[in-house]
């Protein structure tokens, strides 16, 4: 896992591209995470699965009751060091320091 200040040190900027649609509720609320996202619209079992634990090639709209609607889209799937097709869900749980 990435410690945050270690990374604060190594990376002075962070850019972040998400959806036009999205702003206002990241103004309200922060960026979140994919796993935060379906966490806060209430997202569970096979219907969390399906949007979590794959790659998203398309956007994917998710909806709940009293909140805005909320894009979630992957960059490309990338390499690791070890030559490994790595998804960003992989990624995302490196370094939030979860088994994946």
């Given at each position: 896992?990435?410690?945050?200040?270690?990374?604060?040190?190594?990376?002075?900027?962070?850019?972040?591209?998400?959806?036009?649609?999205?702003?206002?509720?990241?103004?309200?609320?922060?960026?979140?995470?994919?796993?935060?996202?379906?966490?806060?619209?209430?997202?569970?079992?096979?219907?969390?699965?399906?949007?979590?634990?794959?790659?998203?090639?398309?956007?994917?709209?998710?909806?709940?009751?009293?909140?805005?609607?909320?894009?979630?889209?992957?960059?490309?799937?990338?390499r690791a060091?070890?030559?490994?097709?790595?998804?960003?869900?992989?990624?995302?749980?490196?370094?939030?320091?979860?088994?994946?």
């Amino acid at each position: 896992m990435v410690e945050p200040d270690a990374f604060a040190r190594a990376y002075l900027q962070i850019f972040h591209m998400a959806e036009r649609e999205n702003w206002p509720a990241i103004l309200e609320r922060g960026l979140l995470s994919t796993s935060e996202l379906l966490d806060l619209y209430g997202y569970t079992g096979a219907k969390r699965e399906a949007i979590e634990a794959r790659h998203r090639p398309d956007c994917v709209t998710i909806q709940a009751p009293g909140l805005p609607s909320a894009v979630i889209r992957d960059p490309p799937a990338r390499r690791a060091h070890s030559g490994k097709l790595v998804s960003p869900h992989q990624r995302e749980g490196v370094l939030l320091g979860r088994e994946v």
